[in-house]
């Protein structure tokens, strides 16, 4: 049933590369204005999920609505009805996505790859596109870089050119696949302040994060996944202070370890 | 013996011609392979197992053949060509299964991620294509396309054999009246300065194309 109530519901995802099981009936729901972060360790189906969620990695089995509308498929994974190219654009449309390894076009400045969704998808003149680039570059602070490729900017300034990109086409909510995962460790932290002032801002956002403390402060909600199942799901206070499974006892213990 | 001016111009007529057919049988090579390059892409194997067949074929025939079933069986089904027509599509044919397995593999080396956001960003198949994954691709390819082309315009010495005075029949004609060598060894000179020609090219236009770092 579709739940117009959610941003974002997943029910009973499976997802199955080859005779891999790596999604196992997973249901997940998340409200408008919700942060969730994603957590668990490397290969628990965290990035695999996230990717479903926007029919990047199309599912097996179960279905999943953005903002009530099914995405990917019709009529559930089983049926295999698959959307054509506009349906699935459609179902995406209020999806944006930011990559671990950001994907800027090289081969465009950072606000030509800011407007050219602009200018390609929604009708806007080369002008009014670069007006709205700029207001994004502007908001992630980086309006001055806003001709500069994407070689001549570090990671941290790539990734908020990627997260401006995803902003300036007004999505309803944002997906963030490991943003900081691939940046030097001193550059962690402005692309953690722009996510922040984004979710202060109401912005739905999920993310899968490797970052504890991020996750702590900035969530509402903290779901931790291991073996392509969700094993707990709950307010980070509950999540990081007081774990119910052996198995996120664990996990958390070794990032701290980590961390030290 | 000496050549005279006009036995060096017929080398620089003969010289003119083989650039001309390298020209117009590089760019039909191209304006074939682009198309082709994408079926060979393709998931659907009614799309990619043709390309596939086609850019085998062409890999694995001598030119040369190409040219003789063009030139010489051709009219036995209705298809009369003139020796210059025959010769240019029979290098673009030949040309296009290379240039097609360069192209696909300069649209592979295209990051999967990159087409993912700007299908993210609703931006259509086509569109990401045309805006994103062949100019990138472009990058990529300059070198090899380049690269092929000099093979071509080497290649295109065979057409000798279906009768065009390209540079090296022309050559082995004035060497044939002349009784010496000499005519040879300027053909290989006019190859050289043809070919560095369009190492130069490019060069220059890989340059122009470079984007820092890629």
Redesign the interface.
């Known amino acids: 049933m579709p739940n117009t109530e959610h941003a974002i519901s997943a029910r009973k995802v499976t997802k199955i590369y080859g005779t891999k099981t790596v999604l196992q009936d997973v249901d997940l729901t998340v409200d408008e204005g919700e942060v969730v972060c994603i957590i668990g360790p490397s290969g628990s189906g965290k990035s695999t999920l996230l990717r479903t969620l926007?029919f990047?990695a199309p599912h097996n089995g179960g279905e999943i609505h953005i903002f009530g509308r099914e995405i990917g498929w019709n009529g559930g994974a089983e049926k295999k009805a698959k959307q054509t190219?506009k349906e699935l654009?459609e179902a995406?449309?209020p999806?944006?996505?930011v990559?671990q390894?950001f994907?800027?076009?090289?081969?465009m400045n950072a606000i030509g790859n800011v407007a050219?969704?602009l200018k390609?998808?929604h009708g806007k003149s080369a002008s009014e596109a670069e007006t709205i680039a700029f207001d994004a570059l502007k908001k992630v602070g980086l309006d001055e870089h806003a001709c500069k490729?994407p070689?001549?900017l570090s990671g941290g300034q790539k990734q908020r050119v990627?997260i401006a990109?995803?902003l300036a086409?007004s999505p309803r909510a944002i997906l963030f696949d490991e943003p900081t995962s691939a940046l030097d460790p001193e550059l962690v932290g402005e692309v953690l302040n722009v996510m922040r002032a984004l979710a202060n801002d109401g912005m739905t956002m999920v993310i899968v994060t490797h970052e504890m403390g991020f996750a702590a402060q900035a969530a509402n909600r903290v779901v931790f996944m291991d073996h392509g199942t969700i094993v707990e799901d709950g307010p980070p206070a509950d999540i990081f202070g007081n774990p119910h499974s052996e198995r996120l006892r664990q996990f958390l213990e070794t990032s701290r370890e980590r961390a030290i | 013996m000496s050549l005279t001016s006009a036995d060096l111009g017929l080398l620089i007529q003969g010289l003119g011609l083989t650039a001309w057919m390298t020209l117009w049988g590089t760019l039909l090579a191209l304006a074939l392979a682009v198309p082709l390059a994408f079926c060979l892409r393709s998931d659907r194997v009614w799309i990619n197992a043709p390309a596939r067949v086609y850019v085998e074929v062409m890999r694995g025939a001598p030119l040369v053949l190409l040219l003789f079933l063009l030139y010489y069986g051709g009219p036995q089904i209705g298809l009369r060509l003139s020796a210059p027509a025959a010769g240019i599509v029979g290098l673009g044919f030949f040309g296009a299964g290379a240039f097609a397995e360069i192209l696909r593999a300069g649209l592979n080396a295209v990051p999967i991620g990159d087409v993912e956001a700007a299908s993210m960003l609703g931006i259509n198949r086509l569109k990401c294509i045309v805006h994103i994954e062949i100019p990138q691709a472009a990058r990529t390819v300059i070198p090899p396309i380049f690269g092929q082309t000099i093979i071509l315009v080497k290649e295109s010495a065979v057409l000798s054999v279906i009768t065009i005075a390209e540079l090296t029949k022309a050559a082995s004609e004035l060497a044939t009246i002349t009784f010496s060598v000499q005519p040879f060894i300027i053909a290989a000179l006019l190859y050289w300065a043809l070919v560095e020609a369009i190492a130069q090219v490019g060069l220059a236009v890989e340059r122009h194309y470079q984007i820092g770092g890629h």
Do not use: I, K, S, Y
Request: without cysteine; hydrophobic residues 60%.
């Open positions: 926007a990047l190219e654009a995406r449309a999806l944006g996505m990559f390894h994907h800027l076009w090289p081969h050219l969704a390609l998808v490729h070689h001549q990627a990109r995803a086409v």
